[in-house]
């Protein structure tokens, strides 16, 4: 009886990977999609109108999503939680 024959497996190279260079202008880029150009009326992920309009993000009540506008100021936003409750002043 002979032996059953084994295949060869060649062995698999990894893909080359690719570099690319952290600049002021790719993290630009990359924070311009993830902030919203301006108030909206719409989700951006589930594009529900069922949205709440806070100073500085726009909180879609169906889905949960958190969208950051884009120049609008933190400090308001703030302010805006602990008087609505949301946050415990300090």
């Given at each position: 009886?002979?032996?059953?024959?084994?295949?060869?497996?060649?062995?698999?190279?990894?893909?080359?990977?690719?570099?690319i260079r952290l600049t002021p202008e790719?993290?630009?880029?990359?924070?311009?999609?993830r902030l919203l150009t301006g108030p909206?009326?719409?989700?951006?992920?589930?594009?529900?109108?069922?949205?709440?309009?806070?100073?500085?993000?726009?909180?879609?009540?169906?889905?949960?999503?958190?969208?950051?506008?884009?120049?609008?100021?933190?400090?308001?936003?703030?302010?805006?939680?602990?008087?609505?409750?949301?946050?415990?002043?300090?």
């Amino acid at each position: 009886m002979k032996p059953a024959r084994t295949k060869r497996v060649k062995p698999k190279v990894p893909a080359p990977a690719a570099v690319i260079r952290l600049t002021p202008e790719h993290t630009l880029q990359r924070a311009a999609k993830r902030l919203l150009t301006g108030p909206q009326t719409r989700c951006p992920k589930c594009d529900s109108t069922y949205v709440g309009r806070e100073p500085a993000f726009i909180h879609c009540r169906l889905c949960g999503k958190l969208a950051r506008i884009a120049n609008a100021p933190l400090e308001l936003q703030e302010i805006w939680e602990m008087r609505s409750g949301l946050r415990i002043a300090s």
